[in-house]
């Protein structure tokens, strides 16, 4: 079946703009996560949702970042204001969440770079 | 505060020998470790996990032993094969979260014919 999916694959921007990261994840997964990996690091933690509600945001750098799921499923990450340290590679992830031992399955990431 | 460490950045190894790829961690709520890879432009591929309960878990040519007491794990890959070179991920949780995963920062793994 279909994967997660992610886009757009790759977004250069300009420091100050705004933008949109989408994810698609698995059909039927009701846990979502956002994740942001650095060059050179292993991907962070950003927001977890349980449905349309993010059950945990403690991620998120700062009031810059916000994240939507509105009916359970896509979901977008905003960034307002872009900075240069925002680049990093956004990744997302689900999973079907019946227990915390499930196994989360990543999308292939979009590529942001903030100039 | 690095809650889960490589401190291996790259490994290289021989086709059909023994990968030791190696993490440690400070946080002794943690009580379940997964073993992630990841090849260039892809996201990570879930490979294998363990539970605290347990100190051996084996799937095929990958098994992942814990040390508890010692806060280590580490990933054993027998016979390590050219298609096993990818980046490889450590990563944790606490039954008590959200599930979100702490990861380490990496270890690239580079298998030579």
């Known amino acids: 079946g279909a994967g997660v999916s992610q886009t757009p694959s790759n977004k250069v921007t300009e420091k100050g703009k705004y933008v949109e990261l989408r994810c698609d994840p698995i059909s039927g997964h009701t846990a979502l996560y956002w994740y942001r990996q650095s060059l050179g690091q292993g991907p962070e933690f950003l927001i977890y949702f349980q449905g349309t509600g993010a059950a945990d945001d403690s991620g998120l750098p700062n009031d810059r970042f916000f994240a939507v799921r509105p009916e359970g499923s896509v979901s977008t990450l905003k960034i307002q204001r872009t900075e240069r340290g925002d680049s990093a590679v956004y990744l997302c992830?689900?999973?079907?969440?019946?227990?915390?031992?499930?196994?989360?399955?990543f999308g292939p990431g979009t590529r942001l770079t903030v100039l | 505060d690095q809650q889960v460490k490589q401190n291996s950045p790259s490994l290289s190894v021989q086709e059909g020998r023994i990968s030791i790829l190696n993490c440690d961690y400070t946080n002794s709520m943690f009580d379940y470790f997964l073993w992630y890879k990841k090849y260039p432009a892809e996201g990570p591929t879930f490979l294998i996990s363990?539970?605290?309960?347990?100190d051996k878990n084996e799937d095929g040519r990958f098994t992942v032993f814990l040390n508890k007491s010692a806060k280590h794990l580490s990933l054993h890959i027998v016979p390590s094969q050219p298609g096993d070179s990818a980046v490889y991920f450590c990563a944790a949780s606490e039954a008590s979260n959200t599930g979100k995963l702490i990861f380490g920062q990496g270890t690239t793994l580079q298998v030579k014919p």
């Open positions: 992830a689900s999973s079907s969440r019946t227990g915390y031992t499930d196994t989360q399955y």
């Open positions: 363990i539970s605290s309960i347990k």
